[in-house]
């Protein structure tokens, strides 16, 4: 684990880290994004097109999408990159990759043929998934079809009309593949991620908890809110960045 970083607000850490990827973009243009979806992702992305981050020369790689939703349906992750990356970052749309329900084992070759991902974006399920990688998953595990905990389908019930509407299954990145990325970054918030965010970074690396496969990777970033930072115990935590971040933007 290379940097805790514990925040005043959401915005504060989408800043933060739009911040690093800005940095990163204007250096290498042609950068591979690991792209991935949920709220706490979103303030990334938000922050990313407030500071003009330009990804016209990016690739994207997602981390995860829905078995069974129409590619077009407004909550398929592609769909919600394509809002939130292709029309408002920049990022071409014949640049954003997704796995294929279909051949979810091709992705891994996708991602290696385009040369690796650079930096990896990740939240984390309450139950401690990253990806749709459920408890119970491999900690070498590569690109599949999985199906999804209910805590899971409850959770993400929110973006349908019902819990019945959420897809059972999904494709995701698998925690090996996860792990091959250069570089990862992990934001969290709210006092309902406290306990898979402690059992990630301070438990036993275990596929029980998938997300505990971060502890094994040399470059992982975690942006925590003080709520989901809540049940952390022994981790250091780098200081704020209150001094720098522009509060009233
Ligand atoms: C979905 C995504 C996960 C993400 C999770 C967290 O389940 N497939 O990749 O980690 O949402 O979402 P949120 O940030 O909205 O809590």
Same mark, same amino acid.
């Given at each position: 684990?290379?940097?805790?970083?514990?925040?005043?607000?959401?915005?504060?850490?989408?800043?933060?880290?739009?911040?690093?990827?800005?940095?990163?973009?204007?250096?290498?243009?042609?950068?591979?994004?690991?792209?991935?979806?949920?709220?706490?992702?979103?303030?990334?992305?938000?922050?990313? !097109? @407030?500071? $003009?981050?330009?990804?016209?020369?990016?690739? %994207?790689?997602?981390?995860?999408?829905? #078995? /069974?939703?129409? +590619? &077009?349906?407004?909550?398929?992750?592609?769909?919600?990159?394509?809002?939130?990356?292709?029309?408002?970052?920049?990022?071409?749309?014949?640049?954003?990759?997704?796995?294929?329900?279909?051949?979810?084992?091709?992705?891994?070759?996708?991602? !290696? @043929?385009? $040369?690796?991902?650079?930096?990896?974006?990740? %939240?984390?399920?309450?139950?401690?998934? #990253? /990806?749709?990688? +459920? &408890?119970?998953?491999?900690?070498?595990?590569?690109?599949?079809?999985?199906?999804?905990?209910?805590?899971?389908?409850?959770?993400?019930?929110?973006?349908?009309?019902?819990?019945?509407?959420?897809?059972?299954?999904?494709?995701?990145?698998?925690?090996?593949?996860?792990?091959?990325?250069?570089?990862?970054?992990?934001?969290?918030?709210?006092?309902?991620?406290?306990?898979?965010? &402690?059992?990630?970074?301070?438990?036993?690396?275990?596929?029980?908890?998938?997300?505990?496969?971060?502890?094994?990777?040399?470059?992982?970033?975690?942006?925590?809110?003080?709520?989901?930072?809540?049940?952390?115990?022994?981790?250091?935590?780098?200081?704020?960045?209150?001094?720098?971040?522009?509060?009233?933007?």
């Amino acid at each position: 684990m290379t940097a805790v970083h514990v925040v005043g607000s959401r915005r504060e850490a989408g800043w933060l880290i739009a911040e690093q990827i800005g940095e990163l973009v204007r250096r290498v243009p042609k950068i591979n994004l690991g792209l991935a979806t949920g709220s706490s992702i979103e303030t990334v992305y938000t922050e990313l !097109d @407030r500071q $003009g981050v330009d990804l016209g020369k990016a690739r %994207g790689f997602a981390l995860d999408e829905y #078995i /069974g939703l129409p +590619e &077009a349906h407004p909550q398929s992750y592609r769909s919600v990159l394509t809002r939130m990356v292709v029309d408002t970052l920049g990022l071409p749309a014949s640049r954003l990759m997704l796995p294929d329900a279909d051949h979810p084992e091709l992705f891994d070759r996708v991602i !290696d @043929r385009w $040369g690796g991902v650079d930096l990896q974006l990740l %939240g984390i399920g309450s139950e401690g998934h #990253i /990806g749709f990688n +459920e &408890a119970g998953s491999s900690l070498g595990s590569r690109t599949r079809a999985v199906t999804l905990a209910e805590s899971t389908r409850r959770d993400n019930a929110r973006f349908f009309e019902s819990v019945e509407k959420v897809p059972r299954l999904a494709v995701t990145q698998g925690v090996g593949t996860i792990l091959r990325a250069r570089r990862l970054v992990l934001l969290a918030f709210g006092a309902s991620k406290a306990e898979a965010v &402690a059992a990630a970074l301070e438990g036993p690396i275990t596929a029980r908890v998938p997300a505990s496969a971060l502890q094994l990777h040399p470059d992982v970033t975690v942006v925590l809110d003080r709520l989901a930072a809540g049940g952390l115990q022994f981790v250091g935590r780098q200081p704020s960045t209150a001094s720098t971040f522009p509060r009233r933007l």
